[in-house]
């Protein structure tokens, strides 16, 4: 059996060409045509009418026969490529909901990334990543419930029912790699860091002794994040104040070494507390002085006779107020007062001075003696003495002042 389309042999009984895809229609006795091989004569007798009839039939089933195997073709093609970029275009839409989903859940937002996966996983069912995503998020929906509740509960200062649901969270996310994986334990640390924290403040407030805050120190900076390094230079701090007061009570005492010691401790836990740092300065200062103060104790009676032995030879006149001027007459005025600054009595204390003109030279050098003659200890006595003649004087300078001891 042949396709009266195309010509293609087909199957017996076959309701459609393979070939064109058409349906074929039943042949019956009236419209089979028999394809026989004519004789010479015939062909003679017909050759006029029928090979013309035979032209114009041909071309007529030729082409009927191809063109509608192309559009059915065609029409093919069209419906095929149609589906094709249809199902490109939803291939396109699920990667962009599974990536932006991958985003979210990587920047916290669970619940928003699984709303995108379901909804992409209701366009393709069986997406082997999109399943695996679903199930990624929806263990960190839990994980985030569990840290939800037990913040709710550090809340509460019930730090070891916080602390055991965040050890269940750290289960879930054990052994497990993927920055999602890493997002989730990183969120983790970050949670059980805060209740810690949390847990330490709350602690610190009941502890007074430097042994029970350095243990809480200790609990403290082994968390890395911010607020621990907060709470932990507060412990410092704290540790330094005691430390301050302790060490100041053994100064008082002129426990120098003692309280050095105790400074070194203190700057152990914060070395750049200022207070300690300025206070080891005080008390490094304070023993210098102290041994100063001995050592000239010790010295005293010994620098004492020669002390006063210097003053009183060489330092016992002090000069309180010293003028000079020309008076009317032309003259050159010299007159002050002195002071006796010896432990002993002094008598004929003797002035020695130059007078200068405007320009700054000597024009004549002259003495007089104090009165009273003698002075104890204290006492102030006078001088005045008049240059006659010197009317170009401008001003006057002691020289030197000479004295004996009583």
């Not at 490109?88 to 920047?107: G, K, T």
């Not at 995503?133 to 070891?160: I, M």
């Not at 412990?235 to 400074?263: R, S």
């Amino acid at each position: 059996m042949f396709c009266q389309y195309c010509g293609k042999k087909i199957e017996e009984g076959s309701r459609f060409c393979s070939g064109c895809g058409h349906e074929l229609r039943s042949i019956n006795n009236e419209d089979t045509v028999v394809l026989a091989r004519p004789s010479p004569d015939q062909v003679k007798q017909e050759e006029g009418s029928e090979h013309t009839t035979a032209q114009q039939q041909v071309p007529a089933k030729g082409k009927s026969i191809w063109l509608l195997p192309l559009a059915t073709a065609v029409l093919v093609a069209v419906v095929l490529g149609g589906y094709y970029a249809y199902e490109q275009y939803i291939n396109r839409l699920v990667e962009q909901d599974r990536v932006q989903a991958e985003n979210l859940a990587l920047q916290g937002d669970l619940d928003k990334a699984e709303k995108l996966i379901s909804n992409a996983l209701n366009k393709r069912l069986r997406h082997k990543t999109l399943q695996a995503d679903l199930a990624y998020v929806r263990e960190g929906q839990e994980v985030q419930s569990e840290l939800n509740e037990a913040w709710e509960h550090t809340k509460q200062q019930q730090f070891n029912q916080a602390l055991s649901l965040i050890e269940q969270a750290e289960k879930k996310v054990s052994g497990k790699e993927g920055d999602f994986y890493k997002y989730l334990s990183q969120l983790i640390n970050d949670k059980k860091a805060a209740v810690n924290i949390m847990q330490v403040k709350q602690e610190m407030n009941n502890k007074n002794s430097i042994e029970e805050l350095a243990a809480l120190l200790t609990k403290i900076s082994s968390f890395k994040v911010k607020e621990a390094q907060e709470v932990a230079k507060v412990i410092k701090t704290k540790i330094c104040q005691l430390i301050y007061t302790k060490a100041n009570e053994l100064l008082k005492k002129k426990d120098f070494a003692g309280a050095l010691a105790l400074v070194q401790q203190g700057l152990g836990y914060d070395s750049e507390n200022q207070q300690l740092l300025s206070f080891q300065k005080t008390i490094e200062q304070q023993k210098a002085a102290f041994e100063q103060n001995e050592q000239m104790i010790l010295e005293q009676a010994q620098l004492a006779a020669a002390r006063e032995n210097a003053i009183n030879h060489t330092q016992a006149v002090e000069v309180l107020q010293c003028n000079g001027n020309v008076t009317a007459q032309g003259d050159f005025r010299v007159w002050g007062t002195v002071r006796n600054v010896a432990t002993r009595p002094i008598y004929m204390v003797e002035i020695y001075y130059t007078v200068y003109d405007a320009a700054g030279n000597a024009l004549t050098t002259d003495s007089t003696y104090v009165y009273p003659n003698y002075l104890n200890p204290r006492d102030q006595g006078s001088f005045d003495n008049t240059s006659y003649g010197l009317w170009q004087g401008n001003r006057v300078k002691i020289n030197r002042i000479t004295w004996y001891l009583g």
